[in-house]
């Protein structure tokens, strides 16, 4: 029991989610991985700090876990001098993708752009109800517009079928339940003209615990007011957006009592959101990859990717784009976060703004390149 609250607590204050199967007590070296900065009022307890003092006092195990919820989720805002100093100091090394426009453009000249967007914070904004989650019919028509001028994906921890019921958008190749349930364009669209569609679904054999710890986390979290389960398929979550914060102590139990049953199930934490995934090595970095090599792009040096997401799940694909050294991350989030994204937008409606320029410009670029064709004719 004691290496289960260990996981849990230690999990939750990783800025990234590692593998590690819920009920295992174990924790990987801190020296090991390359960490930014912490931004300012981000929990900076090291690891050893942190299990000396659940091993002294088993109480303030919950508590640790709840602080870390808390961290993520923040529900006071700080001082205005001190969101201003911490805005200022955070833009220099994460500055506008709408300012930097036409640097990025500048970049990204004779590379072939591959766009990959989030959904919940990105495309829509974030609701309390994650079931109306609807996306604008200005922001569908700017995404259809931009999967006609590049390759374009939607990366979610929704279900994929959500995604898509959300999106409705068959030209664009959709990565559901984190990137374990991977899709291209229906047949007949524009965007699958040149290739095969893809369907890749490595945590399948799971399905039948996933539905299984869906009923349970259902049925143990129904006491607490505003707790919402939802199954997306190849994981689950578990929203507490709508919980009082003095209940979020009484959820972090619900969940760790149902996933003390299931080593094979890992925890980890998003927006207002508790996420339950398989222990496979996947995440929507390897959805990235994937679809990169589906599309041809595996080993070329000529590809640009773009990810635009709001979570700490979106920083598995930042981070693989930095390791890369090809394209570039944008974080959607109106407050500083630690991130491995290089620029940043404060909305859903600054998201659609960058796409618009972006198929504006690849618009002008191509009616520029016809009329230089007729010249030389």
């Not at 991977?182 to 290739?195: A, R, V």
């Not at 006491?223 to 997306?232: D, F, H, I, L, R």
Request: contains cysteine; positive net charge.
């Amino acid at each position: 029991m004691l290496g289960l609250f260990l996981f849990i607590a230690v999990s939750f204050i990783e800025e990234r989610p590692k593998n590690i199967a819920a009920g295992q007590n174990m924790v990987s070296d801190p020296k090991s991985a390359q960490k930014p900065p912490a931004p300012p009022g981000f929990i900076s307890i090291s690891r050893k700090k942190l299990l000396q003092n659940l091993e002294i006092n088993a109480g303030a195990r919950v508590n640790s876990w709840v602080d870390s919820m808390r961290a993520s989720s923040p529900t006071h805002m700080k001082s205005a001098p001190s969101i201003a100093d911490d805005q200022g100091s955070w833009n220099l090394n994460h500055p506008s993708a709408l300012d930097m426009f036409e640097q990025i453009i500048d970049a990204s000249k004779g590379k072939q752009i591959v766009m990959f967007l989030d959904y919940d914070g990105t495309l829509s904004p974030i609701v309390a109800d994650p079931d109306r989650a609807f996306m604008s019919k200005k922001m569908r028509k700017t995404v259809r517009k931009l999967a006609k001028c590049f390759p374009t994906a939607i990366v979610s921890g929704r279900c994929r079928d959500k995604v898509y019921n959300f999106v409705k958008l068959a030209e664009l190749y959709y990565a559901g339940s984190h990137g374990m349930d991977i899709k291209g364009p229906e047949k007949g669209s524009k965007s699958n003209k040149d290739t095969e569609s893809v369907l890749f679904q490595p945590a399948s054999e799971f399905l039948p615990m996933i539905d299984e710890v869906y009923k349970q986390l259902v049925e143990t979290t129904k006491s607490t007011p505003g707790a919402k389960v939802e199954n997306n398929k190849f994981c689950l979550s578990v929203h507490f957006r709508c919980v009082d914060e003095k209940k979020w102590s009484e959820l972090a139990q619900q969940v760790k009592s149902v996933l003390k049953d299931y080593p094979k199930l890992r925890l980890t934490q998003g927006r207002k959101v508790l996420e339950i995934r398989p222990t496979i090595k996947w995440d929507k970095g390897k959805a990235l990859e994937f679809l990169l090599e589906s599309l041809g792009f595996a080993n070329c040096t000529d590809v640009f990717p773009v990810y635009i997401g709001d979570d700490r799940t979106d920083e598995d694909a930042f981070k693989i784009l930095r390791d890369r050294g090809q394209g570039f991350g944008i974080l959607v989030s109106k407050f500083p976060k630690d991130t491995n994204a290089s620029y940043s937008l404060q909305e859903p409606d600054e998201v659609m703004d960058f796409l618009r320029r972006l198929v504006e410009w690849k618009e002008l670029s191509l009616r520029t390149q016809s009329r230089m064709k007729k010249k030389i004719r």
